[in-house]
């Protein structure tokens, strides 16, 4: 599966890099697993609903997420910090 990002989660990537290695290294747990396994898993997917229909969230701490979609062969992270 190929990874992608969108900017702003990007962006959330490296402040995380700067400001919480623990946390960074539980994002980089769950991102492998979803690779792997896009529904199932680690950090308790979600199907969103709504206006975030189309996309899953999956728990990093209990204020953040981890917001994704899934396309094809490609996982597009859309958030890694803050919640939905």
Do not use: C
């Amino acid at each position: 599966m190929i990874l992608a990002w969108t900017p702003s989660a990007w962006a959330d990537y490296l402040w995380w890099q700067s400001q919480d290695r623990a946390t960074l290294k539980r994002i980089n747990r769950i991102i492998d697993d979803t690779l792997r396994h896009p529904f199932e898993g680690l950090a308790k997917p979600e199907r969103l609903k709504g206006d975030l229909s189309g996309f899953w969230s999956r728990r990093i701490t209990q204020e953040h997420r981890l917001v994704y979609a899934v396309d094809g062969k490609t996982l597009t992270i859309i958030a890694v910090r803050y919640h939905y």
